[in-house]
């Protein structure tokens, strides 16, 4: 079974440091999640995961079974086996989904028998208007169309670990529930789960099994599935640091002491 170990991964983006010692690590078949406030940098440490440019690693270290995948290229992550479905997916006009995923499963030396049928037949499992695989990806889809288009390359690609960002970001409440069912199944043959979401809900579709929160740039809780019920209820109040409150003189008091 593969593994994805994240290991005291600091990242810069922008020139601020975002990201000052994540760890966790993603077995094959278990789903994790991460949840954290807005802007905690739950976006940034997906985008450095898979290598995309502007997200400076400046410590730390993240491989998949034994292999170091800051050495690698973006696509060579992906060849070895990573799948990033973005917050808000990249568009390609003039590629059809067809044709991506013929370059892409010729790159990793698994060429589908019949990629045509697989799609048709991926694309009707969760929903997805098979009409949509002659166009271009992801060019002109609403969201929830782009993490339908997104699950289905991720079947065909069969990947060893997936980073999913806000799978729920546009998706109705029945479209979430097929798709995160889709994912699911995937990873009872093995697929190992990154998950950044702010819905439990969406975590006990997918049968998750552990919830890390991110918050100061670090994991600063873990739990299981439970943890995410509880957030919901008290929200991130207890992790986040709190800002350090103006002085008191020129307020009120001051004026009436006068
Ligand atoms: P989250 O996904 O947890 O909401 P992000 O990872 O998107 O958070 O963002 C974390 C912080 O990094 C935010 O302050 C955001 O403005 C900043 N940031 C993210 N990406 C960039 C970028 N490409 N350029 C500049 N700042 C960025
Ligand atoms: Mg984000």
Redesign the pocket.
């Known amino acids: 079974m593969s593994e994805l170990i994240v290991d005291q991964l600091a990242v810069k ?2 020139g ?1 440091q ?1 990201l000052s010692g994540v760890s966790l690590t993603v077995p094959g078949g278990e789903v994790h999640a991460v949840m ?10 997906s ?1 450095a995961i898979m290598g995309r440019s ?2 400076e690693v400046t410590g730390g270290t993240i491989t998949m079974d034994g292999q170091d995948m800051l050495a690698l290229d973006t696509f060579e992550r992906a060849q070895a086996g990573l799948f990033y479905v973005m ?1 808000a997916p990249t568009e390609v006009p003039g590629v059809s989904m067809f044709d991506m995923l013929t370059a892409s499963l010729s790159a990793q030396g698994t060429a589908s028998t019949d990629l045509a049928a697989t799609l048709s037949a991926e694309a009707a499992a969760i929903g997805f208007d098979v009409a949509l695989l002659e166009r271009s990806l992801n060019v002109d889809l609403s969201g929830g169309e782009k993490k339908r288009s997104e699950t289905i390359q991720m079947s065909v690609l069969a990947p060893k670990v997936a980073i999913i ?1 806000e799978l729920d970001s546009g998706l109705d409440v029945d479209g979430l529930r097929t798709v995160a069912q889709r994912v699911e199944k995937l990873t009872n043959d093995g697929l190992g789960v990154l998950v ?1 979401t702010h819905f439990p809900r969406l975590l006990h579709e997918l049968n998750a099994d552990r919830v890390h929160v ?1 918050a100061q740039g670090k994991i600063v809780t873990s739990g299981g599935p439970e943890l995410a019920i509880e957030l919901e209820q008290t929200g991130y109040g207890a992790y986040v640091e709190e800002e350090t409150p103006e002085p008191k003189s020129g307020g009120l008091d001051d004026l009436f002491s006068m």
């Not at 954290?36 to 440490?45: I, Y």
């Open positions: 983006v922008g601020s975002i954290g406030p807005n802007g905690a940098g739950k976006s940034t440490l985008n502007g997200y917050q960002d950044i991110l």
